[in-house]
């Protein structure tokens, strides 16, 4: 393009020469270059400005069809997509190892009113209580005369109850879909469950929330719909819980116990194959909490993972056991046990003043010898024993899933001075649940190998801490198995189940200090069977006393081990374990073809 | 000709029509169908949540203990106990009746169990 000269050469020598301005020339070359500059700018705004109005067009459009389309269209559910299962319930499942049911969800339904929309309130009123007696007529009559426009009536009624109160014919009652949680085994395992309540309701349906037990530490998993409805499979055992429930009442019954506690665990993954704790309740009730005074006497109360109890004389095998595992002492090392003994102005005696001179570390455990366990825990000295302590467990609360396992933190003492040491050797000053203790057992018999107790079936653990050496826990519960062969446990021997086991007797302490003469909890700990440890049992009652050939006798030796050998004699063969025994099998004869006979003891 | 391929075409146009129109009913009542049978399932699933709840609760450890002593006289049922352990060669075994053989049926043939059948004991075919 030829550029226009502003001041061209001809036409200002022309302009000179008529005496023109050749200024003006310049302006209006000037004012022509501006005005195609104007022009070429105008050009492309306009084309720019067609673009973006037809991409709005576009746009709005858009919009706008897809508006008529929603607004001319009959809206439908996309039916064709969801072929998978649908949820059916809000809550999963419970069952046992075995998967029978422990909690399930049964739809009933809740009753609520609106009165405004009533015919005849007296009448509804007093048809209402006819049906359900626990209401009271005047107040049903205040609320559906009154201004109120809903009133819950019930929450949760069966189906017979609603057809009675569809009879009644009043429109102005209504029935609200509820899904309820369901214990249909009554009060067994009533603690593990714990039990459930409703949380936020609305008429149309209503959130069921778990409030103790397994139901509350697993509420989020229950609840969440990416299980697909998938049961929470417990470790336990049905049928062991049951009879454990049912031996465990009647032992605490003949025993004169105001409570008693059993748990049964698996020794190689720390299953927990049944946990009783008596008294208890129906979760499908659940009490109310106590309020004031000791909650031990609740039956919400969870004696086997919230109680703390000083667990006397089964803590003896745990400084034994450690001393063997450092070459301290071996199991025929002769120890002194002359009693009384003193440590600073504390005198330390055995069992009513007996006085057994000099013992083998065998019979300390045999015998229960408080002194020779203290001589044994100060070979160890202070420190040692109190990170074995520490390394089994006992200084925190078990990593069970319950929603009150971490109120069952034990009672450990802050300072550690030679005579704490001394009385928490034999199982003193230290308060823990049994569930601490059967999980120390339960490492003590699984090769020293720690133990972490689970309510879960088949989940994968990673194998525990080594905290003995196989050697010394072998040699460990061949003692505990001495102690029934010959010593205080004796009552608890039931014949081919080799049961190992720790009597332990500990006065109870009193709430303002010191202890308590004529109360105490009697434990028994134990193993079973004793060449190839399969299960623990720990059983423990409450202020229990017997009489016995001499007199009244709270020992655990004639209370807690009878009952643990009714136990064990009950459940092992639920559990599958056959009896060892040197005789033969008993024959049975076999019968005739065509007469059959149930094979019957 | 012209006036033939007009006609064909309407022709055409119509029947496409009237197929996609049942086509489009025959949709709606697959999909309808579909929605029944599985508000049906959810009813029978919720169904058989309630029985097995009845089931368990019928089942359950306290009922049948009082049923075994009701029962007492007639079942004499005890807690099982370790002495109940036997040798298998101990177990009575019920004898399986012998199948009807067919007519015409080889004698000597050795009668063949059915598919997941467990193989024959010794102890079952000696009395």
């Known amino acids: 393009m030829i550029r226009t000269p502003l001041r061209p050469l001809a036409r200002i020598l022309r302009a000179r020469e008529t005496g023109e301005n050749p200024d003006a020339i310049e302006a209006e070359n000037r004012a022509q270059r501006h005005a195609a500059i104007q022009e070429r700018a105008r050009g492309s705004a306009r084309t720019r400005l067609f673009f973006m109005s037809c991409a ?139 039990g459930a309540t409703f949380g936020k309701e609305d008429v149309a349906s209503a959130e069921v929330v778990g409030v103790a037990g397994v139901e509350k530490a697993f509420d989020h998993w229950l609840r969440d719909p990416a299980n697909d409805g998938a049961p929470l499979m417990l470790s336990l055992d049905l049928t062991v819980q049951a009879a454990m429930e049912e031996v465990l009442g009647n032992g605490m019954k003949v025993m004169n116990a105001k409570g008693a506690t059993g748990i049964l665990m698996e020794i190689k993954t720390g299953e927990i194959v049944a946990m009783a704790s008596l008294p208890d309740f129906d979760p499908n009730d659940r009490p109310r909490p106590l309020l004031k005074g000791d909650p031990s006497d609740s039956p919400l109360f969870n004696r086997a993972v919230q109680g703390q109890y000083e667990l006397g004389s089964t803590f003896k095998i745990f400084p034994v056991a450690q001393a063997i595992d450092l070459k301290l002492v071996s199991p025929t090392t002769m120890i002194n046990a002359k009693a009384p ?116 079936h088949d989940r994968s653990q990673r194998g525990g801490e080594q905290v003995l050496s196989p050697e010394a826990a072998r040699i460990a519960v061949q003692m505990l198995r001495q102690v029934v062969v010959r010593g205080s446990g004796r009552s608890a021997n039931v014949e081919g189940y080799e049961v190992a086991g720790k009597t332990g007797t500990a006065d109870k302490p009193r709430p303002t200090g010191g202890y308590y003469g004529n109360k105490v909890v009697s434990t028994f700990a134990s193993v079973f069977p004793a060449s190839d440890p399969q299960y623990v049992l720990v059983l423990s009652l409450d202020e229990p006393s017997t009489i016995g050939a001499g007199g009244e006798s709270r020992t655990a030796g004639a209370t807690s081990a009878p009952v643990a050998a009714e136990v064990i004699r009950r459940v092992a063969p639920l559990l599958g374990l056959r009896p060892s025994t040197e005789t033969q099998l008993p024959m049975v004869e076999r019968p005739l073809p065509d007469r059959l006979k149930l094979v019957s003891n | 000709m012209r006036s033939v391929l007009y006609l064909l075409t309407a022709l055409s146009v119509m029947g496409l029509a009237f197929w996609a129109y049942r086509e489009n009913y025959r949709t709606q009542a697959a999909i309808s169908e579909m929605s029944d049978i599985q508000r049906q399932i959810g009813r029978l699933r919720e169904d058989l949540g309630v029985l097995r709840a009845e089931w368990a609760y019928l089942n359950r450890p306290g009922r049948l203990r009082q049923l075994v002593d009701l029962n007492f006289e007639r079942l004499k049922l005890v807690p099982f106990g370790s002495d109940q352990f036997v040798d298998v060669g101990q177990v009575a075994f019920p004898t399986p009746k012998a199948p009807e053989r067919e007519p015409g049926a080889d004698a000597d043939m050795p009668v063949e169990r059915p598919a997941g059948f467990p193989p024959r004991r010794p102890q079952e075919s000696t009395p």
Do not use: C
Request: no cysteine; charged share 20%; net charge positive.
């Open chain 1, 56 to 194: 709005f067009a576009l746009a709005f459009g858009t919009v706008g069809a897809k508006m008529g389309v929603l607004a001319a269209s009959q809206p439908s559910e996309p039916r064709v997509q969801t072929t998978g299962a649908q949820i059916i319930s809000q809550r999963a499942d419970i069952t046992d190892r075995h998967g029978r049911v422990l909690a399930t969800n049964l739809l009933t339904h809740s009753l609520y009113a609106h009165p405004q929309q009533m015919v005849e309130p007296e009448r509804a009123a007093r048809e209402l209580v006819r049906i359900f007696p626990d209401l009271e007529v005047e107040r049903l009559d205040k609320d559906f005369t009154g201004k109120r426009t809903f009133v819950w009536i019930k929450k949760k009624i069966s189906p017979e109850q609603m057809q009675a109160v569809h009879d009644i014919g009043e429109p102005g009652l209504l029935f609200g879909p509820r899904e309820m949680r369901l214990y249909p085994n009554g009060h067994i395992a009533a603690h593990i469950l714990g």
């Open chain 1, 341 to 456: 003994m003193k440590i600073g102005k504390y005198l330390i005696n055995e069992f009513r003043g007996h006085n057994y001179g000099t013992l083998s570390v065998t019979d300390i455990i045999v015998k229960s010898s408080n002194v020779g366990t203290v001589r044994v825990a100060q070979l160890l000295g202070p420190d040692r024993q109190r990170d074995f302590l520490q390394k089994l467990g006992f200084f925190d609360p078990t990593p069970i899933e319950m929603s009150e396992a971490p109120t069952g933190k034990p009672l450990v003492p802050k300072r550690w001075p030679a005579v704490t040491s001394a009385t928490v050797a034999f199982g003193h000053g230290l308060a823990a649940s049994p569930l601490h203790l059967a999980t120390a057992y339960a490492t003590v018999a699984n090769g020293g190998k720690r133990v972490m107790p689970t309510l879960i």
